[in-house]
């Protein structure tokens, strides 16, 4: 199993360049959850999927959208970067139900740079 | 708010110290409890967990139980080792939230041989 993959591994753009980053797990789970991670801040959620079909906010959802494309793939879409969206962005995922809180798994990260 | 503090690092140690990261809590109700880490270049990974007041967590030797009267949840280790170097976060979780997490800052730990 490869767990929780994303692409890319790093990225450098230009302030009001678009991306979209991408993010697969294998491992079956129902929720998947976006964080960025800034120096001293730990990580934030940006938005999360609890089932396939459903995405909402996190903590800091402000010029990010998301699209849960399938129960695999949850994918992060800047519409036009600015220089505060430069951090370390990652994915996780985790089998929710309606029992004690679990474990999630992350994927390595995506570093985004953007001028 | 629900929020995660976290002592500051850098955290420098000699190898076989005895390591204590200290994590406390505010939360409106009773979350579960994890510690996460990182190692270099990494995602994070689940280092222990507990999810009721007085439960202990333990993994590869480190430790920590989870204190509702003094809402924390410190890591401790007895012997670390330059492996352990890393950055520690402790985070919490509620039932029903859809395991989103709240994490803490952050603890850099790097331990010399």
């Known amino acids: 199993n490869a767990g929780v993959t994303q692409t890319p591994k790093f990225q450098v753009l230009k302030t009001g360049q678009s991306m979209t980053l991408q993010c697969a797990q294998d491992m079956n789970h129902n929720s998947m959850y976006w964080y960025r991670q800034d120096p001293g801040m730990g990580l934030r959620l940006i938005y999360y999927?609890?089932?396939?079909?459903?995405?909402d906010k996190g903590e800091v959802p402000n010029g990010y959208n998301v699209s849960r494309l399938n129960k695999r793939e949850f994918s992060l879409r800047l519409e036009s970067a600015a220089p505060s969206q430069t951090s370390v962005y990652f994915c996780?995922?985790?089998?929710f139900g309606r029992g004690r809180p679990d474990e999630q798994f992350f994927g390595p990260g995506t570093r985004l740079t953007v001028l | 708010g629900n929020s995660v503090t976290q002592m500051e690092g850098p955290v420098t140690l000699s190898e076989e110290a005895f390591l204590t990261i200290n994590c406390t809590y505010t939360?409106?109700?009773?979350?579960?409890l994890f510690w996460y880490v990182q190692y270099p270049g990494e995602g994070l990974q689940l280092l222990l967990k507990a999810t009721k007041a007085d439960d202990k967590g333990s993994n590869k030797g480190f430790e920590a139980t989870y204190r509702k009267e003094t809402t924390s949840f410190h890591l401790e280790k007895g012997s670390v080792q330059v492996s352990d170097s890393a950055v520690y976060f402790c985070?919490?979780?509620?039932?029903?939230?859809?395991?989103?997490?709240?994490f803490g800052a952050g603890t850099r730990l790097a331990v010399h041989p």
């Open positions: 939360a409106t109700g009773y979350p579960s």
């Open positions: 999927s609890a089932s396939e079909g459903t995405t």
């Open positions: 996780a995922s985790s089998d």
């Open positions: 985070a919490l979780c509620f039932s029903g939230g859809y395991n989103k997490l709240i």
